[in-house]
């Protein structure tokens, strides 16, 4: 039986993350949640972060 690659919390604590910074990035050099590097994190940041967690229990 495969382990889930997150918890449930690491979920939710990933998704709140991005949530809590979204937006223009104020140094897009150091944007760790801008996933597709457009200087600003927004819904593709969260549908490319919700496609790489996996199973979320």
Known sequence: MS???VTHLSCAA???A???HL???RDPAD???DFDGDG???IL???ELLAHLG???
């Open 23 to 25: 937006g223009t990035c």
């Open 3 to 5: 382990r889930p690659l």
């Open 31 to 33: 944007c760790p949640w």
């Open 18 to 20: 991005v949530i809590d």
């Open 55 to 57: 199973p979320c229990p």
């Open 45 to 47: 940041d969260m549908l």
């Open 40 to 42: 600003v994190v927004g």
């Open 14 to 16: 990933a998704c709140a």
